[in-house]
């Protein structure tokens, strides 16, 4: 395996990176609802932990019914189970989306880089 | 455990995000390197695959001797064993690290998603 992969994102509704990047611990996308969008469906997930960073515009997320403001700079954490869906305020959402396996971190930084 | 944490982060040369948020598939920082400034070591890792996105500004990667470029809307997946330090051009260079176990994802996305 080639020890690193590189890509460019450009505009677009949604770019996954899994394949693009031959990634092995996660799969990340890259999305943009438009103005008044929403994710069009509830999910939740069987063993992965989400992380959302959002980049540009404002929005809100409701999870398990309770509804948290989102603008640029804004980081979150969703369990599995949780129920979420996304949607976008008047100048559209800009985020990213990354999916790991919950509970699959061992040593990270400090306990698990070479220097 | 909570279904979900949030936080905001703001401009800064570091922020960790395992703790903030309560990561246990990742750990991710959000890093702003000044003109000219490069992360002042060169390191790899034992078990963690990185990968990296350049929010804004230009620089460039080091990894195993060979030079990549960097600019805005870039991803780089980068090997637990490469060995790769960072670097900023004129204008600096702000990036997201996600730190995630190798070979660590099962399913995603549509083979994990409940709907």
Redesign the interface.
């Known amino acids: ?10 505009a677009g509704a949604r770019t ?3 394949d ?9 996308s890259v999305n943009e609802l438009p103005a008044g969008g929403c994710v069009p ?9 989400e ?1 959302y ?1 959002i ?1 540009s515009g404002k929005g809100k997320v409701e ?2 019914g309770e509804i ?1 403001e989102l603008a640029a ?7 599995p ?2 129920k979420r869906q996304f949607f976008a305020f008047g100048e559209g959402l800009k985020y ?1 989306c ?12 400090a306990s ?4």
Do not use: C, P
């Open positions: 395996m080639k020890n690193f992969n590189k890509t460019h994102v450009s996954e990176l899994h693009l990047l031959k990634l092995t611990g996660a799969e990340i469906f509830v999910h939740s997930h069987k063993q992965n932990e992380i960073a980049l999870i398990d948290v700079g804004d980081w979150i954490r969703i369990s189970s949780a990213i990354i999916q790991v396996k919950a509970n699959s971190l061992e040593g990270y930084t698990d880089a070479v220097i």
